[in-house]
C-alpha cells in the first residue's frame, strides 16, 4: 500500500500533532502490522529493533540568464528495519509498506543480526515531543509554483540592481517535507513532520575582462513564509559584496602565524576538524585523537562547544532524532574540559551514558549513526578589536570553501574564500588563494582569545559520513589561534 494523504489536523497554529491513527493511515500500516514486523525483527533473538518509516517530498527550481529554467518534484517513500543483538546490527529497507514486503526485510534484518532467545514485543505507546522546533505556519505542499518564482526572480532582480558589474545570476530554491513514523520494540513510537527550505544566489561579476563570483545562501526548518523581502535584500548585497571585494585581493606570503577567524563560518573549522573527533562512534573505536581525553582538559577555561538540536527553525533542529531520543542542548568542551561525546544509541550503551540526540540518517535506506546538529562554541569575553589589536602580522579569515580533514587525527587544509591581512593590529588589503593549515585539537588548543560577537552561518550545509549525509550548521564567534600555518606565496 502506497502513502496517502497528510495526516488529518496535521497543522494547527504551526503545531504538526496528527492522531496516531491517520499517522498509520498515512504510510498505509496498522498497530497489528507494526506488531507482527517487530515480532519477526526479533525472532532470532534480538535485543532490540526498530523501524523508520519515511515519506519526503522534495521541489526545486533554478534561475538562469533572467529565467526559471529548470523544476524538479519527487517523493521517497519507505520503512527501515533495524536489529541490535549484542554488537551486531542487521539493517534491511523496503520501497514499500505492504506488510509481505516489511516482513521480508524484518526477516533479513534479523538473520544478520542473529543471537539466541527471541524476545516478545509490546504494543507501542505514541511518543509526543516536549517542543516543536520547527512550527510552521504555511507548508510547502500546498505552495505552487507559480507562487515560487516570483522570488527567485526578485533576488536576481535585485542582485543586478546592487552592481553595474553583474554579468550574470544564478538562483535555487528547494524545499524538503518529511514525514517520519518511528516504531521500536521498547513500547516507544512517534511521529515527526520536517520540514526545510534552502535559497542560494550565485553572482558573477565582470570588470576589465576580469571575472569574479561570490554567493549566499540561507536553509532552515521553515514553511512557505520564510521568503521575505528582508531576505532577499540580505542575500543579494551578501553575493555581491563577496565578489566585488576579490579585485583588491592579493596572494599574500605564507608561513607560521597568528589567525583571527571570523565570526560564523569559520565554525566549519569546528566543525570539520574537532566536531567529528567528538562522535562517539570514532572514540569508541579508538579512532579519535579524543579517545581517551573524556572529563581532561583539552583548551583554555574560556571555551565551551556545544552541539545542539534544540534551535528554532535552525537546519539542524530535531525534534525527535531517527531513534527516538528528543532532541538536546549538548556540551561538548565546557570551560575548557571535554564533558561529553555526541551519542546514538549504540555508543551510549557501550559507555554508560543516556543517548544525545545525536542518532541520525540521511533516510530510510541507512542506518543512524552519531552525527552533529547545530555545532558552535559559546561567546567568550573579549572584542573582536581588541584581538585584532593584538596581531603585529597575520591574516584574518572571513569565510572559507572546501578543504580536506583527517578525522582521527584532526589534521585540515581549508581554503580561504575571503579575508585580510593584519598588519601592526589593523585589517588592510583583502586576501585570497591561500589555505589555513592546522590540526583541529591543537588548534583548540591554541586558542588564546573567544570573542563576544557569536554568529550562526544559517548557509546549506550538509555532513557526510559513511556515505551518508545530513543537513547541519556550524557557528562560532571571532576567535585568535596563535598560530597556524598560511599556505600563500612562497
Known amino acids: ?148 518564482i516570483p522570488f527567485v526572480q526578485q533576488l536576481n532582480d535585485k542582485v543586478f540592481s546592487l552592481d553595474a558589474r553583474v554579468a550574470k545570476v544564478m538562483v535555487s530554491l528547494s524545499d524538503v517535507t518529511s514525514h517520519i513514523l518511528f516504531v521500536n520494540s521498547e513500547e516507544v513510537m512517534y511521529y515527526d513532520y520536517r520540514p526545510m527550505v534552502s535559497l542560494s544566489a550565485t553572482c558573477i561579476l565582470q570588470e576589465n575582462g576580469v571575472y569574479e563570483n561570490g554567493r549566499s545562501s540561507r536553509s532552515f526548518r521553515n514553511g512557505f513564509e520564510f521568503l521575505t523581502e528582508p531576505v532577499i535584500d540580505e542575500m543579494a548585497q551578501e553575493a555581491v559584496d563577496e565578489a566585488a571585494v576579490m579585485y583588491q585581493a592579493i596572494k599574500p606570503k605564507g608561513g607560521e602565524m597568528p589567525v583571527v577567524l571570523g565570526a560564523g563560518g569559520s565554525g566549519i573549522i569546528l566543525h570539520e576538524a574537532i566536531g567529528h573527533a567528538f562522535e562517539a562512534d570514532f572514540n569508541r573505536k579508538g579512532t579519535s585523537i579524543f579517545s581517551d581525553m573524556l572529563h581532561k582538559k583539552i583548551c583554555g577555561d574560556f571555551i565551551n562547544v556545544v552541539d545542539d538540536g534544540t534551535i528554532p527553525f535552525n537546519r539542524g533542529a530535531v525534534n525527535l532524532d531517527d531513534e527516538g531520543t528528543e532532541g538536546q542542548k549538548t556540551y561538548l568542551v565546557r570551560e575548557g574540559v571535554l564533558t561529553s561525546y555526541m551519542h546514538d544509541r549504540i555508543s551510549a550503551g557501550f559507555y554508560h551514558v543516556s543517548p544525545t540526540g545525536n542518532g541520525r540518517r540521511e533516510s530510510f535506506r541507512n542506518v543512524p549513526v552519531p552525527r552533529m546538529r547545530a555545532t558552535y562554541m559559546e561567546n567568550g569575553n573579549a572584542s573582536e578589536a581588541d584581538m585584532i589589536a593584538s596581531v603585529k602580522n597575520g591574516v584574518f579569515v572571513k569565510s572559507f570553501t572546501n578543504g580536506e580533514v583527517q578525522i582521527g587525527a584532526g589534521d585540515f587544509t581549508f581554503f580561504v574564500k575571503s579575508g585580510f591581512l593584519i598588519e601592526h593590529g589593523k585589517l588592510t588589503t583583502p586576501v585570497r588563494d591561500i589555505n589555513i593549515i592546522g590540526n583541529g585539537p591543537k588548534a583548540l588548543a591554541d586558542m588564546t582569545m573567544v570573542a563576544n560577537n557569536y554568529k550562526m552561518d544559517n548557509g546549506t550545509w550538509t555532513c557526510g559520513k559513511d556515505g551518508q549525509s545530513c543537513p547541519v550548521t556550524c557557528g562560532m564567534p ?5 598560530k597556524l600555518t598560511v599556505g600563500g606565496l612562497s
Open 1 to 148: 500500500m502506497g502513502p496517502l494523504a497528510t495526516p488529518a489536523g496535521s497543522v494547527r497554529n504551526g503545531e504538526r500533532r496528527p492522531s496516531i491513527d491517520s499517522v498509520l493511515t498515512h504510510f498505509g500500516v496498522n498497530s497489528q502490522d507494526l506488531k507482527k514486523v517487530l515480532a519477526v525483527a526479533m525472532e532470532k533473538g534480538g535485543d532490540y529493533a526498530d523501524l523508520f518509516f519515511e515519506h519526503t517530498f522534495n521541489n526545486s527550481l533554478s534561475l538562469r540568464d533572467g529565467e526559471v529554467n529548470s523544476t524538479f518534484s519527487g517523493i521517497d517513500f519507505g520503512v527501515g528495519v533495524r536489529v541490535l543483538a549484542g554488537d551486531q546490527t542487521g539493517y534491511a529497507y523496503v520501497e514499500s509498506t505492504e506488510l509481505k514486503e516489511m516482513l521480508n526485510a524484518a526477516r533479513t534484518a534479523a538473520r544478520i543480526a542473529s543471537s539466541s532467545s527471541a524476545l516478545a514485543v509490546s504494543e507501542p505507546v505514541l511518543k509526543v515531543p516536549v517542543q516543536n522546533y520547527y512550527a510552521i505556519r504555511q507548508p510547502w505542499e500546498g505552495v505552487s509554483v507559480k507562487q515560487r
Open 478 to 482: 571571532s576567535a585568535l589561534v596563535s
